[in-house]
């Protein structure tokens, strides 16, 4: 019975090479969409999973009552805490990310990594090369390096027992090599050493400035240690009044605390890929549906000599879901060349897998995609009675049902085609504005050097010389670089007139008196730190607007203000605010403290050769400090890498988009160009009579015209509910 289904199948596919081949590349377009997103989404979805007790670990996450705020940021002492009091936890760790200068005699690197407990490699599946997880963190001396970082101190020869200067401070000795971080781990690190040797003020509990880390037993209740520790950070400092819990560390990619997360990207894809497939399911009913009238006498005979509609309805939908493994073919020939320029744009390494899950996977989207584009078209084939059917008749008689079917899903198709460029469309403009908004300081030409190393202690001296070149508009030190608190942390302020149940976290950041110049904010109130001011350095504070909005008081400036680590003084200055985050997040309070040093020393910068200009600040640093890489980015790039998410979403539904439109379109002209054929004689006469190929085609796209400004007022009014959302 099958090989007969082939038979009739392949010869109709011959017969109709036009229509057949439409309907082969549609399916094929929509499956590669759909196996695309598939694959981008598992890819998102894997994050973290790699670590082998990836379910039972957890990030300490912390907020208040009302749920006001979220944070990460725990003092030094807390993951000890933990493992200590609660038997429910098997291990912990405290992470603090640092960005350190790696030197091994004259070669010296700049590197991210981190001051970590000795359970580190015990609880985190990161694999070592050479070492044993167990003990490689043991010694309070001990650094573990990757095996690029490895590679490129050492060469060929093994690194362990070698001593490694770090941040030209303190001297540790290799005991280990792990592999490079794989790009689906949300903790991404040179090299670690052991938290022993953190300085003292990371080991006090009035200071949130690590990340801490569990691991439950495995038969731990996640419900109950949330209970349990639910009031540890107010024992140590009750007046925070910050309540711990637990977050899954397989969330840590696409879920924020209190926030929406990375995890409506997956939902929009996601929601993108299966429009796609459907337009692609709705071009092959439409074109089979047309065609109905080219079978009706293969159908009336097979009918005649006993055929059952039942008969009828499977082989016609056999012949669908062998076109759509037909398709699949064509599909993952696409996949495979498309998926170089997937990995560009989204910067992941996302592979085609080809295994027994995957080809079950595959065959499953596949036989979906078959019944789906071939039960229209079976169900209604084989409802022809045979005499009508030989006849003629039935086409007569059901040729209104059908053009009222296709008319529908014409509208249908391109609703959904539509929709999704119009998502697109809102999508790129967003982005514009989020790339054009003014967002309160001037990011243009300002080039941001990382002072670890030699240049933090000499920043002072190497920003004095630089001021004297005759480009440099203005220098100034940071803390961070404005787009995250890595380096000065978060926590609560006190001021005079706060409520007493009122908690307010904010940012931090440490900045010389010239940052506000440099960077052309404006004040609000007050004045900006100066040196004419002896008190400045050792007691005041700048806030931005949103501080004050938080505080809930008109008038900051001279307010008393103390922080969580001790610091006392007044508000000295209002500063406007300013985007040191993306704009998709709110404006968040920030506090200044002046300090004549940080992380980053920031230039403004006038020459129009800026490689000119850029090589000129770098020989005046080597000048001082000659051993230190040259580690700059611009602050504008930096600022746009902020929304490499939005530019990464935007050409991805871009190029969905593009395949729905050519589904459409190639849907569109086959039913365009089967309509004319069946209208021939009509053309011939109209021409006949005088008719112009525009009058010609006007008549032959005028339904469909009709039909497709129907399914924009559709779509747009979605496609607007839809992104509001």
């Not at 038997?87 to 590197?111: D, H, L, M, N, R």
């Not at 498309?338 to 595959?362: C, E, G, Q, R, W």
């Not at 040259?630 to 935007?650: C, P, R």
Request: glycine letters at 6%; hydrophobic letters at 45%; aromatic letters at 12%.
């Amino acid at each position: 019975m099958f090989r007969n289904y082939f038979k009739f199948m392949f010869r109709h596919l011959i017969k109709h090479k036009i229509y057949s081949t439409i309907n082969i590349i549609g399916l094929a377009a929509g499956l590669a969409s759909a196996v695309l997103v598939m694959l981008w989404v598992k890819y998102e979805l894997s994050y973290d999973k790699f670590h082998k007790n990836a379910d039972r670990l957890y990030r300490v996450a912390f907020t208040n009552e009302q749920k006001e705020f979220h944070g990460f940021y725990q003092p030094g002492p807390l993951a000890k805490y933990l493992k200590d009091n609660f038997p429910e936890i098997e291990q912990a760790t405290s992470y603090s990310e640092i960005q350190w200068k790696v030197s091994y005699e004259t070669k010296g690197f700049f590197c991210d990594g981190g001051l970590v407990d000795s359970s580190f490699f015990k609880m985190f599946s990161f694999p070592l090369e050479v070492g044993n997880a167990n003990s490689v963190l043991t010694n309070p001396n001990s650094v573990v390096i990757s095996s690029s970082l490895a590679h490129k101190m050492f060469g060929l020869v093994n690194p362990v027992g070698k001593e490694l200067n770090l941040n030209d401070q303190v001297t540790r000795i290799v005991t280990g090599v792990f592999s490079d971080i794989q790009k689906t781990s949300h903790i991404k690190f040179d090299f670690v050493t052991s938290f022993s040797g953190a300085p003292t003020w990371m080991n006090a509990w009035d200071r949130k400035c690590v990340y801490a880390y569990v691991l439950l037993r495995e038969n731990a209740s996640f419900d109950e240690i949330n209970n349990k520790i639910y009031g540890v950070m107010n024992q140590h400092n009750p007046t925070w009044k910050n309540i711990l819990y637990l977050f899954p560390i397989t969330k840590s990619h696409l879920y924020e605390p209190g926030k929406t997360g990375r995890i409506v990207y997956v939902y929009i894809f996601s929601a993108f890929g299966f429009l796609v497939l459907i337009v692609a399911c709705i071009n092959f009913m439409n074109l089979s549906t047309a065609q109905s009238k080219k079978r009706m006498k293969e159908i009336g005979l097979k009918k005649t000599v006993g055929s059952s509609r039942m008969n009828l309805i499977k082989q016609f939908m056999t012949e669908s879901t062998i076109l759509s493994f037909i398709s699949l073919l064509i599909a993952m020939i696409l996949v495979e060349l498309s998926l170089p320029f997937i990995n560009d744009i989204l910067d992941t390494k996302i592979t085609m897998i080809y295994s027994v899950s995957m080809a079950l996977v595959l065959c499953g989207i596949t036989l979906f995609t078959g019944f789906m584009a071939g039960s229209y078209p079976a169900i209604y084939l084989s409802s022809f009675k045979p005499i009508s059917a030989l006849s003629g008749n039935t086409f007569k008689a059901g040729e209104n049902s059908s053009s009222i079917f296709i008319n529908a899903m014409v509208i249908a198709q391109f609703s959904f085609a539509v929709f999704i460029i119009t998502c697109v469309l809102i999508i790129v403009s967003q982005l514009n504005f989020l790339q054009s908004k003014d967002i309160g300081f001037n990011k243009e030409q300002v080039l941001v050097i990382s002072t670890r190393g030699a240049l933090h202690k000499n920043v002072t001296v190497v920003k004095n010389g630089l001021l004297k070149l005759p480009f440099v508009l203005g220098a100034t030190v940071s803390a961070n670089d404005l787009t995250n608190f890595r380096g000065s942390g978060t926590g609560p302020i006190d001021w005079e007139g706060r409520n007493s149940d009122k908690i307010l976290e904010v940012g931090f950041n440490y900045v010389d008196e010239d940052f506000a110049k440099t960077f052309q904010v404006k004040m609000k109130q007050g004045r900006f730190f100066s040196k004419d001011f002896s008190t400045d350095m050792s007691e005041e504070f700048i806030v931005n607007e949103a501080t004050v909005k938080a505080m809930h008081i008109d008038n900051p400036v001279n307010k008393n203000m103390s922080t969580w680590f001790g610091r006392k003084g007044k508000i000295v200055g209002v500063i406007s605010d300013f985007n040191t985050l993306s704009l998709r997040d709110e404006m968040t309070p920030v506090v200044f403290i002046p300090a004549p040093s940080a992380n980053y020393l920031c230039i403004r910068i006038s020459s129009t050769n800026l490689f000119s200009a850029v090589k000129s600040i770098e020989e005046k640093i080597k000048e001082v400090v000659p051993d230190d890489p040259f580690d700059y980015k611009f602050m504008d790039e930096v600022i746009e890498n902020l929304y490499k998410t939005e530019q990464a979403t935007a050409k991805m539904t871009a190029f969905i988009a593009i395949l729905a439109i050519l589904i459409s379109c190639l849907g569109l002209f086959g039913l365009a160009s089967f309509a004319g054929e069946q209208r021939t004689k009509e053309i011939g006469i109209r021409k006949v009579l005088g008719a112009s190929v525009a009058n010609v085609l006007i008549m032959l796209t005028k339904d469909f015209t009709k039909w497709i400004l129907f399914a924009n007022i559709i779509a747009w009014p979605l496609a607007l509910y839809a992104m509001n959302k």
